[in-house]
């Protein structure tokens, strides 16, 4: 049993799905292409690559709500998760190179310094390539959110590294590379 982030958003940020016959089973079927999955309110599904920072792990006893449609299992409760991991799924990684490039790490971001200073596409088509190939001028090139690309010559002096699982968002472009996570930015380095 797990609590959501005390710093808003989800445990598990992959796809999600609610339904009022909602089981453990239904729930790991639907998350199969997801190593982590979990319950929440009794009827809510959620699917993860990684269970996100801020979260934090609960006494088993409050995941106490019955799962809708089996009343004989526990699907979390209100700000908590039924967390399971699917053992035989590998996770995604961020390259260590991507062509000219070789990954410098995860570092963090805001809207009021940005670590990279010149914004390139947002796109629901995002990937490490398609920013790569974007800031081809650059020397350094990242992706944050799933979807935003960032380019620089430089990174902003107050930017601080932090390990790199905490760049744990799906490419929204392809699933099987990590574009950074929220105020997050995945950096690459041209060599």
């Not at 979390?76 to 790490?105: C, I, Q, W």
């Not at 010559?153 to 472009?173: F, I, K, R």
């Amino acid at each position: 049993c797990w609590q959501e982030p005390s710093t808003g958003g989800r445990l598990l940020r992959g796809s999600s799905t609610a339904a009022d016959d909602m089981t453990l089973d239904k729930c790991a079927t639907f998350c199969s292409a997801w190593p982590y999955f979990g319950t929440e309110y009794g009827r809510e599904c959620y699917c993860g690559l990684f269970v996100s920072s801020g979260g934090a792990a609960a006494p088993l006893a409050d995941c106490s709500f019955p799962c809708a449609g089996d009343a004989t299992q526990n699907c979390g409760a209100g700000n908590r998760v039924s967390l399971y991991y699917h053992k035989t799924k590998p996770r995604p990684e961020s390259p260590s190179t991507l062509g000219d490039s070789t990954r410098f790490g995860c570092l963090t971001d805001s809207r009021d310094g940005r670590t990279l200073s010149v914004a390139g596409p947002a796109s629901d088509d995002m990937t490490l390539e398609s920013c790569a190939t974007f800031c081809a001028g650059y020397k350094f090139w990242g992706v944050e959110y799933g979807r935003e690309c960032y380019c620089g010559n430089e990174m902003l002096q107050t930017a601080v590294q932090v390990e790199n699982s905490e760049c744990d968002m799906l490419c929204l472009g392809n699933s099987a590379e990590l574009c950074g996570a929220g105020d997050r930015v995945m950096v690459y380095a041209r060599d």
